[in-house]
């Protein structure tokens, strides 16, 4: 079935370093791909997302780009800060249902 | 705030007990989605409602079902409790090509 992975599951940075975090999906039908963070003791949030007619987007420190023939799709945080430490999930999603398959995870921690 | 309320925000039960977690969608949002995370653990697809109908399961026990109302509210039941159902669950709400907005979940402890 469908599979999302996600690596690494934890990742430690210096505050102001950047952080990458990279997500390889299985269906090749998939189109869209958005990132949620979550808090500690809170819901996921929306942080950005990309569609498949789109390689990259970018919003002030981060980024996503994606690679349709690799099926792999990558999370860039620049000039990290204490507070991006949160866990980070990423998504794919298929057109013609409204299923979205999460990845496991990863833990971020930026060290001031 | 995504616009997706949950009640209640912390449930503490006993084993074998039945209880039931409530969402309400964005307004205008007609799928809802049921997520149980465990400690130090990702997001497991439960349910997915759209417009009152089921549409997709996920990894749900036989002791757990949800619906979803008319005004689109939705309700996951949880009956004969177990210590392994201790819990953050999640209420999403989605208009559809997959950008689903998240509750603030509920905690559940079973005792």
């Known amino acids: 079935g469908e599979n999302v992975e996600q690596h690494p599951s934890t990742l430690s940075v210096q505050e102001g370093d950047s952080a990458v975090i990279k997500c390889t999906y299985s269906?090749?039908?998939?189109?869209?791909f958005p990132w949620y963070k979550q808090e500690l003791g809170k819901g996921p949030q929306l942080i950005i997302d990309i569609r498949s007619n789109v390689g990259e987007k970018k919003d002030q420190r981060i980024a996503v780009t994606l690679n349709k023939t690799a099926k792999h799709f990558s999370l860039h945080i620049t000039e990290t800060q204490p507070e991006d430490s949160a866990v980070y999930f990423c998504?794919?999603?298929?057109?013609?249902?409204?299923?979205?398959?999460f990845g496991p995870g990863t833990s971020l921690s930026v060290i001031p | 705030d995504s616009g997706v309320t949950q009640t209640p925000k912390h449930l503490i039960t006993a084993t074998g007990q039945r209880v039931t977690l409530r969402c309400s969608p964005r307004s205008g949002d007609l799928s809802v989605y049921w997520y149980q995370q465990s400690l130090d653990q990702g997001l497991q697809f439960l349910i997915q409602y759209y417009n009152g109908e089921e549409r997709a399961k996920g990894n749900i026990l036989e002791r757990f079902s949800a619906q979803q109302f008319p005004d689109l509210h939705s309700e996951l039941n949880l009956s004969s409790l177990e210590l392994g159902d201790s819990a953050l669950y999640f209420c999403?709400?989605?208009?559809?090509?997959?950008?689903?907005?998240f509750g603030p979940g509920t905690r559940l402890t079973v005792t």
């Open positions: 999403a709400s989605s208009v559809g090509e997959g950008l689903q907005y």
């Open positions: 269906d090749s039908a998939s189109n869209y």
């Open positions: 998504a794919a999603s298929h057109p013609s249902y409204d299923k979205v398959i």
